[in-house]
């Protein structure tokens, strides 16, 4: 020690800065030569939530790499023009075509017939001679694109889903028909090179030649038909730049084409969003697991220097300062930071290997695994933030603690807050920590949310043990002697009642968020369809055939609700004098401006539509055009009453003033769009209509007669069962909702283990009481009885804790970030109740046994 006190009285020398380091760094390291015991539930929770945070990271990021060096086939060429509901006319094709080779596709839903009238909705693909220009279609049995979709024996070739066999009950070389055209299915689709560029589909794929599309005579004036005109530049000139300025020449030579235009770096823009949503959300959780394991660093800290006072007084005796402590324990935390961090970066960058390598030929994604130094960066930094900005406060309070107080540490606690200087430099921790948090992240208002959160939740923990402390103080004193000793135990110096709450609180929130999210979202897309929600939409109604499909329907399901609109698609160009790609709209508003949108013209107000800003136009309305606007959305693009909106039609730029605006009730599913215009706005567009039918008595034999009779009648016409629409979407959702699952077990693994660590640190005084209290005449039994008692009261009280804050966070996603509505889960948050006290009272009376199991006569000898 004599070393000690020279290098101490040394500092003011030149380059004592550097010498003070290099000691504090020495000591720290010889007295980690003991071992990490008590380091443990440290080391865990930081690379737990390293190891989310970094593997989903590094997952996104070579899910990304994958998307950007897969764009040009994905895309199926380096430049896409897409069109709704007309072709492309033969001087902009011939314009693409002077640029480079271009392949011709068409989407569409359509229903698909059997020979003895079995029916199913399907995504129907009709392509060109040259598709795929980059790729290849996966086959089976494999066979050329030209014999296969060609026509033989009064039938056209098509390549099928293998679910679509499964549904109707077919095999190869049957035929099936699809409007006024008969196919025959001649090979299974298992890959499409472009298939993820289309999105989300609602029926099994049907893969046709565009003569056979023509041929089923669905090419009806204003059909929901997407034409995608694909663009492969040469190979010599095939870059990105030269992509930019083929969209920039288009966009030129046909201003009011009306085109979506797609390039090879943006090849599905919304998966790409979704992707970066989705990545945005399990790192918060990854960061909620690193805050749930801050608390046991915490605690960990604590307890060390708790176990090492002896140490910490010898070092003073021999002239250490406090700031000389301090150093030396807070290089500790650092290493032990550094080796947790390190272990989950390991975890976590070996994620998207063992991804491709276990599921690779099942992912529909193509996620290219690699190291990715900036991402494990971030989450090294995370990893050490965090353990700085929890471990600062216990590490601060041994500045000022004298050493006669140390060696009274085992009789007496005078602890007391850090000095201002430790303080200042906890804060700005924890202020570069939340600056990381919401500066790097995709949607910074979600960010902040979770930032300002966590802070609420925190101190409310903090309030909730302060408070269960002061209510079990005040509680009239019982005569049963277990209940008493449990109850003072809650209060009592040293109580472990702050560490269990903090511990468990904000994983059981976080848990309780996670399924209450869960259970709403299956109820909506699974379960609970609205009272009076439609049983089928009926899309690509001819306007001519409009009136007499009404009636064919209320004569098919009597008693039923019909309604019916005119409808069109168009995109919106401009508002306010603004192009929509320079319209600064909200993370909510801002899909409105990403493609094509449903819309329709009426001299009536909407059902399920209020108007809340403007008034009506009425139905004789003849001035010029007029457009009503859902509420929500003028106000993330910062639009009012009198802003001028154009939106391209068929290829025409309709400018339409803003005459009143709407609240719509999106979730009864009735017919309804985000933009409705004055009858006169379309005169003479062609168009089709959109129908609903809303049965009083829906049952499946009625809807599959239902189906039936409209697809005998009315050909042209597609019907979509709503149920089954929900339920596909229902299946996205439900695996979405899976890895959410995935990335809270690590918050609530973090939480038990912080609180197992808790339990732990108090092991010692829980010694001394158990030994003392045996040694008075208290039976196992009834010493039992009373901790599971004081472990049951403070898990409960934190447990109703994380189900409430939970559940108020469940329902602030559900209503205003999804939109819908939600019915409180009372079973999933009764389950995590009961979870919160079996693991409490578990944890806690494992460690009260073997508390038990101590010799007296040891443990009093050494008090």
Same mark, same amino acid.
């Given at each position: ?121 399907? #995504? ?107 663009? =492969? ?76 006072? @002896? ?66 960066? /971030? ?165 001519? #055939? ?41 993370? @909510? ?20 539509? =209020?108007?809340?800003?403007? #008034? ?18 003028? @106000?993330?693009?910062?639009? =009012? ?23 719509? @009730? ?59 629409? /929900? ?117 806690? /009376? ?18």
């Amino acid at each position: 020690m004599t070393t000690l006190t020279e290098r101490i009285a040394s500092d003011s020398e030149p380059n004592s800065g550097d010498r003070a380091s290099s000691l504090a760094l020495r000591y720290a390291l010889r007295e980690l030569r003991g071992g990490l015991r008590g380091f443990y539930v440290f080391i865990a929770c930081i690379a737990l939530g390293v190891m989310a945070i970094s593997g989903v990271g590094s997952v996104a990021a070579s899910l990304g790499e994958g998307l950007a060096r897969e764009g040009r086939t994905l895309l199926g060429g380096d430049v896409a023009f897409s069109l709704i509901q007309r072709e492309a006319k033969p001087d902009e094709v011939a314009f693409l075509r002077s640029r480079g080779e271009v392949s011709v596709a068409a989407t569409l839903r359509a229903m698909a017939r059997t020979g003895d009238g079995r029916l199913a909705l399907v #995504e129907l693909k009709a392509v060109d001679g040259n598709y795929p220009m980059l790729g290849e279609v996966a086959l089976k049995p494999k066979m050329p694109l030209a014999d296969l979709l060609s026509e033989r024996d009064g039938a056209f070739g098509a390549a099928v889903d293998s679910t679509l066999l499964a549904r109707l009950d077919l095999k190869l070389g049957d035929r099936v028909s699809i409007g006024s055209a008969n196919f025959q299915i001649r090979s299974v689709v298992e890959t499409e090179p472009d298939k993820l560029a289309g999105g989300v589909g609602l029926g099994p794929r049907f893969l046709v030649g565009e003569a056979g599309l023509r041929a089923t005579e669905l090419l009806q004036p204003g059909s929901l038909v997407r034409w995608i005109y694909r663009v =492969k530049l040469p190979d010599d000139a095939a870059s990105d730049r030269a992509a930019t300025a083929l969209i920039d020449d288009t966009r030129k030579a046909q201003p009011e084409a009306g085109w979506e235009i797609r390039s090879r770096s943006n090849a599905s823009p919304q998966l790409e969003r979704t992707i970066s949503r989705f990545t945005q959300f399990l790192t918060l959780v990854g960061l909620a697991a690193l805050l749930v394991g801050g608390v046991g660093v915490a605690n960990a800290v604590k307890s060390h220097i708790d176990r090492r006072r @002896d140490v910490i007084a010898a070092f003073k005796a021999l002239g250490a300062t406090g700031r000389d402590v301090f150093t030396i324990y807070l290089t500790q935390v650092i290493v032990l930071a550094g080796i947790g961090s390190v272990i989950g970066l390991a975890l976590g960058a070996a994620l998207p290997f063992i991804i491709v390598g276990v599921f690779g030929k099942l992912l529909p994604l193509p996620v290219v695994p690699a190291l990715h130094p900036d991402e494990l960066a /971030l989450s090294f930094v995370y990893g050490l933030l965090t353990a700085l900005a929890f471990g600062l406060w216990p590490l601060g309070r041994v500045h000022d603690v004298p050493v006669a107080a140390l060696f009274r540490e085992a009789v007496s606690s005078e602890w007391h807050r850090p000095r201002w200087r430790y303080l200042a430099l906890m804060a700005l921790v924890i202020a570069l920590l939340v600056a990381v948090v919401i500066g790097l992240a995709y949607d910074k208002r979600v960010a902040a949310v979770f930032v300002v959160s966590s802070v609420v939740v925190f101190a409310l923990l903090r309030g909730i043990a302060a408070g269960l402390m002061a209510l079990a103080r005040r509680l009239p004193r019982t005569r049963s002697p277990m209940l008493r000793l449990a109850i003072s135990n809650i209060y009592r110096p040293g109580a472990l009642t702050p560490s269990v709450v903090m511990s468990l609180g904000l994983g059981l929130a976080v848990l309780v968020t996670i399924t209450q999210i869960d259970g709403n979202l299956r109820r909506q897309f699974l379960a609970a369809l609205p009272d009076r929600a439609p049983s089928f939409y009926f899309i690509d109604i001819p306007t001519t #055939e409009a009136g007499r499909f009404g009636e064919f329907l209320k004569t098919t399901a009597p008693g039923s609700t019909v309604e019916d609109v005119p409808m069109l698609r168009g995109r919106i160009v401009s508002a306010r004098g603004v192009k929509a790609e320079d319209l600064k709209a909200s993370t @909510d508003s801002e899909w409105v401006l990403q493609s094509d949108r449903g819309l329709t013209y009426t001299g009536e107000i909407p059902k399920g539509s =209020k108007i809340v800003e403007g #008034e009506w136009w009425g139905p004789d309305y003849n001035g010029p055009p007029l457009i009503s606007i859902e509420k929500k959305i003028a @106000d993330g693009l910062s639009l =009012k009453i009198g802003d001028e909106i154009v939106v391209n039609v068929l290829g025409r730029d309709i400018h339409a003033t803003i005459g009143n605006m709407r609240n719509v @009730d999106w979730q009864s599913l009735g017919i309804n769009f985000v933009l409705v215009f004055s009858p006169n706005a379309f005169k003479g567009a062609p168009h089709t209509h959109i129908a609903t039918l809303t049965e009083t008595h829906p049952d499946s034999a009625g809807d599959a007669k239902i189906i039936k009779s409209v697809a005998d009648a009315f050909p042209m016409v597609t019907s979509v069962r709503v149920r089954e629409a /929900l339920e596909t979407i229902g299946s996205v959702v439900a695996n979405l909702v899976l890895a959410i699952r995935g990335a809270s077990a690590v918050t609530l693994i973090s939480a038990i283990l912080v609180l197992g660590g808790a339990l732990a640190a108090g092991h010692r005084h829980r010694v001394y009481d158990a030994v003392i209290l045996k040694t008075l005449g208290a039976t196992r039994a009834r010493l039992l009885g009373a901790y599971a008692l004081e472990y049951l009261m403070i898990g409960f009280a934190t447990a109703v804790f994380g189900v409430i804050a939970g559940s108020v966070a469940a329902w602030l996603i559900v209503t205003r970030l999804m939109t819908l509505s939600f019915v409180w889960q009372a079973g999933s948050a009764a389950g995590v109740v009961a979870a919160a006290l079996v693991v409490t009272v578990g944890l806690g /009376l494992a460690g009260t046994l073997l508390a038990l199991n101590q010799k007296p006569a040891t443990v009093l000898r050494n008090l």
